[in-house]
């Protein structure tokens, strides 16, 4: 009865959920307005419907009206239906945006469907996987009842982690002492663990899917938070020194060309391989060097006062360190603009975006699993290519390849 109890209470939480890219406001009102009132409705009266005749267990929501409103009600639970899953699709989106910004998932297309409200997205890779896992579901399960477990399982486990990470958030951001933590502790996460004991006993009747599909995405993420890690060790061990190579530019050695060289680098303390492959293979370096990383705070967004910090490094070349939010998507001609008051300004025609590209090929290094690297190299070689990720004009980019031993 607890496991029916809910489905119940998450089925009307998912009619407004979506709304939470609009703030608390629209939520309170929906619900307090409209979604609570139509549930208490709705269930009283198949409460005094059964009370009265406890034949319609057979299925009390359709039988509570009279038998002319069959087809408007399932019309109406069809709508229900489509708005609870278009919350769900959206929320994908938006965890799966943040996912990417803080380095747990690979670059993948994002489209933005509105002008004025951030959250609004589309994510073609996530709504196709999306639509594949809910076919394979479904003509696995074949019916709403053996959906209802893998469903409660899933959700349970998603509110005892949340109340956690909210004590974590209390605790480190609100300054709550322990008392107050001792009473979320005892009033959320009884609720939760009650639920999830409830819960727990339909593992073994299809609740095992919910952990498996948790299990996979949790694997493919930490693998590849890990293999970047790894990537950048490596390339850190094979980059030259950064005062080296401004000493090398200060001897006057080295031919410079007009323009200006924008080199896109994860690793702030070195130079990046593409830079050096150009210069190995061009004997050239341009007038103005940049050195560009771009970091992701783990805040939803960052003011454009406080989104670009440059340093000059000497012989007209300059490092730019550029920061988002991880609600935010990165947009490299927009950033690069904020530079002016530091001295510096682009003319895109004139700027050369350098990106190394890596084929990464696995060893038995330390580092990782073989596996997992295999699995690592796959997924970077699927990803979205950094040119539209950071939306840099197409025409502005040259590709150098290189070959990482992971």
């Known amino acids: 009865m607890l496991g029916a109890v809910f489905l119940v209470m998450t089925g009307g939480e998912a009619l407004y959920a979506d709304m939470g890219h609009f703030g608390k406001l629209p939520i309170r009102l929906a619900w307090f307005t409209l979604v609570l009132p139509a549930i208490l409705l709705n269930y009283l009266g198949q409460g005094a419907l059964l009370l009265s005749n406890p034949d319609a267990i057979a299925n009390p929501f359709y039988l509570l009206a009279p038998s002319w409103a069959l087809y408007p009600l399932v019309a109406l639970a069809t ?85 956690l990470l909210v004590l ?147 012989s007209n070349t300059y490092r730019i360190i550029i920061r988002y939010g991880f609600t935010e998507d990165p947009d490299l001609p927009h950033a690069l603009a904020l530079c002016e008051p530091y001295g510096l300004s682009f003319e895109m025609m004139d700027t050369t975006f350098f990106l190394g590209r890596a084929t990464l090929i696995p060893t038995d290094r330390a580092g990782m699993a073989l596996w997992r690297e295999r699995l690592f190299a796959n997924m970077f070689r699927t990803a979205t290519r950094p040119m539209d990720f950071f939306r840099i004009p197409y025409n502005r980019v040259v590709e150098l390849g290189t070959q990482v031993e992971l």
């Not at 380095?103 to 409200?117: D, K, L, N, V, W």
């Not at 009033?187 to 663990?193: A, N």
């Not at 299809?206 to 293999?227: E, N, P, R, S």
């Open 168 to 314: 974590v958030l209390a605790r480190r951001a609100w300054g709550w002492n322990g008392f107050k933590l001792g009473l979320g502790i005892v009033f959320f996460l009884l609720v939760d663990l009650a639920f999830f004991s409830a819960n727990a006993l339909k593992i073994g009747h299809g609740g095992w899917i919910a952990l498996l599909i948790g299990a996979i995405i949790f694997t493919l993420m930490v693998t590849w938070k890990d293999g970047r890690a790894l990537l950048n060790q490596r390339l850190r061990e094979n980059a030259m020194p950064l005062d080296l190579f401004l000493q090398s530019l200060t001897r006057g050695s080295t031919l410079r060309v007009p323009g200006t060289a924008v080199f896109l680098t994860s690793t702030p303390d070195g130079v990046p391989n593409a830079l050096l492959h150009n210069l190995k293979h061009n004997k050239v370096v341009h007038e103005r060097l940049v050195l560009l990383t771009v970091v992701t705070e783990e805040i939803p967004r960052v003011e454009d006062r406080d989104r670009v910090t440059v340093h000059c490094l000497g």
């Open 79 to 163: 709508i229900a239906t489509v708005i609870a899953s278009q919350a769900v699709i959206s929320g994908v989106f938006s965890m799966t945006r943040q996912a990417v910004q803080l380095g747990f998932c690979p670059h993948i297309e994002i489209r933005h469907t509105s002008a004025s409200e951030i959250g609004q997205i589309y994510l073609p890779g996530a709504n196709w996987g999306l639509l594949i896992g809910v076919l394979v579901l479904v003509l696995g399960f074949e019916s709403s009842s053996n959906l209802a477990a893998a469903y409660g399982i899933a959700v349970t486990i998603t509110m005892v982690i949340t109340t």
